[in-house]
């Protein structure tokens, strides 16, 4: 069974990798959706959605009946299952922020918080967990013209609180690939992208931290059609990798081997096309004194 530190404490990802236990037990146990859905009272549509995650919550009686059902007899495995059934129901920290972001991206924190590696391209801002106060807030304000000043600040709180699991004890490895144009762009004007370009260097600096610049002079490169996306690796041994892909009202969520393997390849691509992150901060040096 699941341990804590398998998931980072992220409710709706402890929920994927029950799912995933409940199917690999099922599997075991020989039995159809229908069939374990009979023996508990439920539908089978109820069971493909317990074990996809796709339930809010996992009910501890039906947790507790599958598991018998399926042949778990060792008690210790048991009160292990259902006490992480009883975690995966809790809320993350960002339920709190629910009124400022839209409920796709819940999923997307959830993962953020679990991962073990965070691999992403960036073709037009610095990744999130890498801004700056300051330019969160213009991006931000300039991402949502219509927001409240109140909203805004409490999307910036929301971004800032994210990058405190880079400080944490044991913090995922962070791998940013970033198109130079991210710099480029004068977001919140040039004392800000100063200041945002001393950050990246002070970050890049970190032994868990690797960022790498991609000029305009090393030329075409195989995300080009592809836009900004991320990759997460988990050390729970249930999840497989998964790409994260966003536009303006959604997330799309990739996790089949074979559309993942086209986005790790172009990231191993990326990374060896762009500059080193030795370069990187010469390069950035370079960009804030044009500034």
Known sequence: MTAETDWGGAPSVLRMILGRQLEELRTRAGLSYAEAGAAIGVSHSTIRRMEAAKVARLRLADAEKLLQ??????????????????????????HTYRDVMPDWFAAYLSLEQAALQIRAYENEFVHGLLQTEDYARALLGAENPHASAEATERRVALRMRRQELLARAAPPRLWVV???????WPVGGPAVMRAQIDHLVEVNRLPHV??????????????????????????????PDIVYLNGLVGAVYLDKADDVVVYREALDRLGAQAAPARKTEALLGAIRREL
């Open 210 to 239: 690797t960022l790498q610049l991609m000029p305009f002079a090393n030329g075409p490169h195989p995300a080009m059609r592809a836009g900004a996306y991320h990759l997460f690796r988990f050390r729970a041994r249930e999840l």
């Open 69 to 94: 059902v399926y042949g778990v007899a060792d008690q210790d495995e048991i009160d292990t299952f259902l006490k992480s059934v009883r975690e995966a129901n809790k809320r993350g920290w960002w």
């Open 178 to 184: 970033m198109d130079e144009t991210a710099l480029r």
